[in-house]
C-alpha cells in the first residue's frame, strides 16, 4: 500500500507541481530556448518501484526517477525562460507509461528492465533529434538536452547491466511507433 500512495504521490507532483531538481541546470550559464517536457520516463521508473520485490532495483529505479525529475525541473526552467508551456497532454502520457511500467514489472524485473533499455534508446534518439534541430547558438539547450541524453544512455546501460531482457522486435516497433506519436502530438497540444 505504502509503494501505491507514493506512486500516486509521484504522479501529481510530476503532473501538477513545479518541479524542483536536485542538481542545477546545466544551462544555468547560458542564453535561454526551449525543449520538451518528460514524464514518460518518470511514469516508468515510478510504476516499476512500486512492484519489484528487488530492494536494490527498487532503490535504483527510484535514482533513475530522481534524475528524470532533475530533467522535468531543467525543461520547466526552459520552459518559463520562453514563455512556453509543456504538453497538455502529460497527464495522458503519464499515464500510459505508468501502465506499461506496472504491467512490464508485473511480467518480471528482466522484462521491466527491458522495457527501460527500449524507452531510454527511444528518449535518446529523440534528444538526439533536438540537438540537430537547435540553434548552433542556443548553448543553454544543447547543454540541457546534452545532458539529458547522456543521462538516457547511462540508465539504458544500467538496464543492460542489471540483466535486461531485450525485448522482442514487434514490441520494440510498437514502442517506436507510440512514441512517434506522442512526440508529434506533444508538439502541437
Known amino acids: 500500500m505504502d509503494s501505491l500512495l507514493c506512486a500516486a504521490d509521484t504522479a501529481l507532483r510530476t503532473l501538477f507541481a513545479k518541479p524542483h531538481a536536485m542538481e542545477a541546470s546545466p544551462a544555468a550559464p547560458f542564453a535561454e530556448t526551449a525543449l520538451d517536457g518528460e514524464v514518460c520516463a518518470q511514469a ?20 533513475a526517477a530522481r534524475e528524470e525529475t532533475d530533467h522535468l525541473a531543467w525543461t ?4 518559463d525562460a520562453l514563455g512556453a ?5 502529460n497527464p495522458l502520457w503519464f499515464a500510459g507509461a505508468f501502465a506499461l511500467g506496472l504491467a512490464a514489472a508485473k511480467v518480471s524485473d528482466r522484462v521491466s528492465l527491458g522495457f ?23 548553448l543553454a539547450s544543447r547543454a540541457v538536452v546534452s545532458r539529458m541524453k547522456d543521462d538516457e544512455e547511462r540508465h539504458a ?3 543492460r547491466d542489471a540483466g535486461a531482457m531485450a525485448l522482442p522486435a514487434p514490441a520494440r516497433l510498437m514502442m517506436k511507433m507510440a512514441a512517434k506519436v506522442m512526440t508529434t502530438t506533444a508538439h502541437y497540444v
Request: charged content about 25%; overall charge negative.
Open 44 to 63: 516508468l521508473y515510478t510504476a516499476q518501484a512500486a512492484v519489484t520485490r528487488d530492494a536494490q532495483l527498487r532503490r535504483h529505479l527510484l535514482e
Open 76 to 79: 520547466q526552467q526552459r520552459l
Open 85 to 89: 508551456r509543456p504538453s497538455l497532454l
Open 116 to 138: 527501460v533499455v527500449e524507452t531510454e534508446n527511444q528518449v535518446s534518439e529523440h534528444l538526439q533529434s533536438h540537438l540537430a534541430k537547435l540553434p548552433p547558438d542556443d
Open 157 to 159: 546501460a544500467s538496464a
